[in-house]
């Protein structure tokens, strides 16, 4: 007999102003790459402000299976006996990575340079994301693939032992290509080099530089060339792990869009290649200002403090899409409350993600009210004008498609809705940030949590 499928639900309606001070957790992408690097050296890592969300535990169960010893101890910092390149275990049973893709196609990069078999599965929505892109580089080092149609999981990866070292353009933005592709020539004889003709999130470089990797980052007209010598020996660290961009984001925003709103942000990663959403909202007149500033683990880091705004429409130039893909849900929502029309276009790598999040947002903001119209590659915004969004008295329903960032920019639009929102599972939210709910209600805005068949 088959279960009933429970959903979550969320509920958010309008907020009083917002105000306080609030830790942001540990950032997602420098967490998988911290268990996975120190899984892949040699003697004790210690992670500090490690994100404790599905994702990243999918991350260390999985480098658990192939032989590395992680624990947390009882002050929350996560020790990490690694085994070494080269040295990884075969997997005994498949390697279950929830929702999370990024993990899914770093851990298929490791996986490839090693003389080991690994069957990655994952929830409906990964299961849904297509990995060629990851799959054909990695093909050309030598590992093998066998996949569900269309490329998707279930997906078994052979790993070849030596790999084939390559050279390989990159044929979209990707920091997950690039980050599998240099996982696999930690382990490949030679030089393995990617060419990324425009930059993305790069995590990898400097943590892999951290742990002792022989990497060279070059620059010729504006195309950076990315070069690892293989058969490398990892140091074990010490990681502090500095707070998300990405998470930070839906605070951010909501602190600039609900009227007398006063906030601080703490410990946020502001990483170049990750900060262009707050270069983005600053342009539309976002009052947000970048307190001690710091450096933490090699990453620069703030406390962002945030005021409610007017902002104003933004046309966002290709060049900055990298560097905030993630956060244009949020984004959409920002635009939605601004004055003017918002064009927000090159965006087509939204399709892919979690969800069609073009589409899904454009039925969701329709939803609510708001003028828009949608392009193959993104959205163009009438704003409200600092305006609520929808209509008193009606409550507008969301389905997130099983997607976080989705869930929790609706989550959002709720707090400057007429008649609130209600989104149909929250669960997603807790694969990449669990205490969410619990630092709105810090901030003042408590959402209303339901279960339901």
Avoid at 107 to 136: C, E, N, Q, Y
Avoid at 205 to 224: F, H, I, Q
Avoid at 253 to 264: E, N, R, T
Avoid at 324 to 347: N, V, Y
Wanted: net charge negative; with cysteine.
């Amino acid at each position: 007999m088959t279960r009933p499928v429970h959903a979550c639900p969320l509920v958010s309606r309008k907020a009083p102003p917002l105000s306080g001070k609030v830790h942001v957790p540990g950032d997602k992408s420098i967490s998988h790459r911290a268990l996975m690097l120190s899984a892949l050296a040699v003697g004790e890592s210690f992670v500090e402000g490690l994100l404790e969300g599905e994702d990243v535990l999918a991350t260390a169960e999985a480098m658990r299976s192939m032989g590395a010893d992680i624990r947390k101890d009882e002050k929350g910092c996560w020790h990490i006996h690694g085994v070494g390149v080269g040295s990884l275990l075969q997997p005994q049973k498949a390697l279950d990575m929830g929702n999370s893709g990024t993990s899914t196609r770093l851990l298929m990069g490791v996986v490839a340079s090693h003389p080991i078999t690994a069957t990655f599965i994952g929830d409906a929505s990964l299961s849904k994301r297509p990995m060629g892109r990851i799959s054909t580089p990695l093909s050309l080092m030598g590992a093998r693939f066998s996949a569900a149609e269309g490329n998707r999981l279930p997906m078994t990866v052979t790993g070849l032992y030596p790999a084939i070292p390559i050279e390989y353009r990159l044929p979209v933005a990707s920091a997950q290509v690039k980050s599998a592709i240099l996982l696999a020539g930690l382990n490949t004889p030679g030089i393995t080099r990617v060419i990324e003709p425009v930059p993305t999130r790069d995590h990898s470089e400097r943590m892999l530089k951290g742990y002792g990797a022989n990497l060279s980052v070059e620059e010729n007209d504006g195309v950076r060339i990315i070069s690892i010598h293989g058969e490398a020996e990892l140091k074990p660290q010490h990681i502090i792990v500095p707070g998300d961009p990405s998470s930070a984001a839906f605070l951010v925003v909501a602190g600039l869009i609900v009227p007398g709103s006063d906030l601080i942000v703490e410990n946020v990663g502001l990483n170049p290649t990750r900060s262009g959403l707050y270069t983005m909202l600053k342009a539309m007149g976002g009052q947000i200002e970048y307190l001690n500033p710091r450096e933490v683990g090699g990453e620069p880091v703030a406390d962002l403090s945030v005021k409610y705004s007017h902002l104003k429409a933004i046309d966002v130039p290709p060049s900055i899409v990298p560097s905030m893909i993630d956060e244009f849900p949020i984004l959409f929502i920002a635009a939605a409350m601004a004055e003017g029309k918002s064009t927000l276009q090159g965006l087509a790598e939204l399709r892919v993600k979690e969800s069609d999040r073009i589409a899904v947002m454009a039925e969701g903001l329709k939803a609510l009210d708001v003028s828009l119209e949608e392009k193959e590659d993104g959205l163009i915004i009438e704003g409200s004008a600092g305006e609520g969004l929808g209509q008193k008295g009606k409550m507008v329903s969301i389905a997130a498609h099983l997607d976080h960032r989705i869930a929790m920019s609706f989550a959002v639009a709720g707090l400057v809705s007429e008649g609130g929102v209600t989104i149909d599972d929250r669960r997603p939210i807790m694969t990449s940030f669990p205490v969410f709910g619990q630092l709105f209600k810090e901030l003042g805005a408590e959402f209303e949590m339901g279960l339901v068949k």
